[in-house]
């Protein structure tokens, strides 16, 4: 029996597994889509870090409590796996949204932006915290364990960010580091998720029906997590990214006031999202940009704000 069959005996011991997949995209959990022998499908991940797994399930299932508007699958069990850890997730029909984003029309994509601003907004509303950086789960729920002081976090976040950039954005750094160096904006530490984009959603008849990944979430500045969200929705995949910016930002303030943003801070969110966790370059849009186009669309996005 393969531990895959083994996390599905515990959460549905009626049942057996009639097939296994493995999405094509993917994080840093070992994601198995499952199919059992009822027709019904559940999602299996497990990873070799189950204290970032908790807190991630303890943050999803904190978001399904605590806001109206964002869709979080259901966490059916979790465990631990050996030395690892495991879950089992309701797996949500629908597309990837990352596939299919860019060649939908112009108003199905305003209306979905407008979906993440109002997703973020209450994501923002719901969770604050008492200081920035990584979240941790706590007794009474989730707290942040970085500093308290916002530019000591920001400074140390956003150098990280410029110091992984490859040798072709060197010429830029010295200019970076020198924006970057005072972040300004409100300093109440609110949640930051890492992953809120069309490429971490489900859509299923024109609306986001699942957002699935809640990994590595932050304590940061609304302004730092606007701008980050921001650009993950409208530069990523458009070239003319003004009506989504638009409407992403309309959803933010259908719920609460939007938050200045800084260039400190729009700068910190393009940086931190040109490379990834493995020191490569990301990919924007889809067809994914790779290579030379890669590296000069985002040069092109800190160029147009240094």
Known sequence: MTPVDEIVRSTHPERAVAAVETPPEG???????????DGRRVVVQRTDDPAALAVETRLAREIADRTTAVPVPAVLECGRDGAGGYRTVECVAGENLHTRFASLPAADRRRLARQF???????HGAFAFERFGDIAVADDGLRADGPADWSEWFGSHATAGIDALPAPFADLKPALREA??????????????????PGNAVARDGEVAAVPDWGEPLAASAGLSVAKVEHLVADWYVD????????????????????AV?????LAAVVRSAVDADGEVTRPGYPER????AVAFHRDRL???L
């Open 27 to 37: 994080n840093r959990k070992r994601t198995r889509l499952v199919t059992l022998d």
């Open 117 to 123: 601003g109002r997703f973020l907004a209450e994501l």
């Open 180 to 197: 970057v160096a005072s972040p300004g904006g409100d300093s109440t530490p609110r949640l930051y998720p890492w992953d809120l984009r």
């Open 240 to 259: 003319d990214p003004g009506p989504l910016r638009a409407a992403f930002r309309a959803g933010y303030r259908s719920v609460r006031p939007l938050p």
């Open 262 to 266: 800084t260039r400190a801070e729009r």
């Open 290 to 293: 790779t290579g030379g186009a």
């Open 303 to 305: 160029e147009s704000l």
